[in-house]
């Protein structure tokens, strides 16, 4: 039995939980405000663990997502590939993005199928990440299937990022703030 047990217990403690991402590793950077911010490809995790993005987590857990929401949108998610450009020191950004993560956890989507990029107050990224995208707000979430652009949520919703995000997913018709 003791045998039994210290064969069992790695494995029983590889497959609890799922994997966690570690922060892409990055240089926080001056921002032309002198306000410190992140700069180039970041994920999640640092978002959550960085000091200059405190508010993520903070706003991250005030937000209440309906528990239906979302139920409607797995069909229309296999395929579905996003990139997230948004600026650490952006007001829009640090209300917007917590809450897209929110509906991104209720659909269980793919972290895999997300790029993220902190931009500068200019609107760059060291590495032109945005080069023929038009990103001229913040944030801009653009939506891909099959390698094509379907749809971008761009700095403010519509109705309510909940419902404009649902509408991109689907297919419906949907017209960004700046349109």
Not at 138 to 163: M, Q, Y
């Amino acid at each position: 039995m003791k045998t039994f047990f210290l064969i069992s217990l790695p494995l029983l403690m590889m497959s609890c939980g799922a994997p966690t991402q570690k922060p892409i590793a990055t240089n926080p950077t001056k921002a032309t405000s002198g306000e410190m911010i992140l700069l180039g490809k970041i994920n999640r995790a640092n978002l959550q663990t960085d000091a200059l993005t405190s508010w993520f987590n903070r706003e991250y857990e005030m937000i209440q997502v309906e528990s239906q929401w979302g139920s409607d949108l797995q069909d229309h998610l296999e395929g579905l590939e996003i990139k997230v450009f948004m600026g650490t020191w952006c007001e829009d950004s640090q209300r917007e993005i917590p809450h897209f993560f929110k509906l991104l956890d209720a659909l269980d989507f793919d972290q895999r199928q997300l790029e993220m990029y902190a931009m500068s107050e200019e609107k760059t990224t060291p590495h032109n990440f945005e080069k023929d995208l038009e990103i001229h707000h913040v944030p801009t979430i653009l939506f891909f299937k099959n390698g094509e652009e379907i749809n971008r949520f761009v700095e403010l919703p519509v109705s309510s990022l909940a419902t404009d995000i649902a509408k991109i997913i689907k297919g419906e018709t949907y017209r960004h703030a700046y349109e």
